[in-house]
C-alpha cells in the first residue's frame, strides 16, 4: 500500500509559477512510475506527466503534449517525495491536480493503469 498526500497548490496569475508538492508513505517509491493528472470541473482526469526513476532525467520521463516545456516532474526517492514545477501557467490549467503511483517499471498514461493516488490539490489560475 502507498499513501499519498499532495500539497502546494493555489490561486496564481497567468504566467505565474507554482510547486507541487506529493508526500508518499507506507512503501517506497522506488522501482514505480510516480505521475501527475488533472481533472477541470466537468471534464476527464488526464494525464500529465510521469516518471519512472528518481530524480527523473529526461530520458525517464515523460509529458502530455499540452504542459511539455513548461511543467516538470521530480521525484526525491530517498525522501519520498515527487514534484511538479508548474511554470508559465495558463488559465486553462486550473484544476485540481493528482498525484498517482503505478506499481510497474513502465509509464503509461491510461487513468486505469494506476494504482495508488492522493486526494488532489486544487491550482487555479487567473487570467
Known amino acids: 500500500q502507498v499513501q499519498l498526500v499532495e500539497s502546494g497548490g493555489g490561486l496564481v496569475q497567468a504566467g505565474g509559477s507554482l510547486r507541487l508538492s506529493c508526500a508518499a508513505s507506507g512503501n517506497s517509491l522506488s522501482g514505480y512510475i510516480v505521475a501527475w493528472f488533472r481533472q477541470a470541473p466537468g471534464k476527464e482526469r488526464e494525464f500529465v506527466g510521469a516518471c519512472s526513476r528518481s530524480p527523473c532525467p529526461t530520458a525517464y520521463t515523460t509529458y502530455a503534449s499540452s504542459v511539455k516545456g513548461r511543467f516538470t516532474i521530480s521525484r526525491d526517492d530517498t525522501k519520498n517525495m515527487v514534484y511538479l514545477q508548474l511554470s508559465a501557467l495558463k488559465p486553462e490549467d486550473t484544476a485540481v491536480y493528482f498525484c498517482?503511483?503505478?506499481?510497474?517499471?513502465?509509464?503509461?498514461?491510461?487513468?486505469?493503469?494506476?494504482?495508488?493516488w492522493g486526494q488532489g490539490t486544487q491550482v487555479t489560475v487567473a487570467s
Open positions: 498517482a503511483v503505478r506499481v510497474a517499471s513502465v509509464p503509461v498514461r491510461a487513468v486505469d493503469e494506476y494504482r495508488f
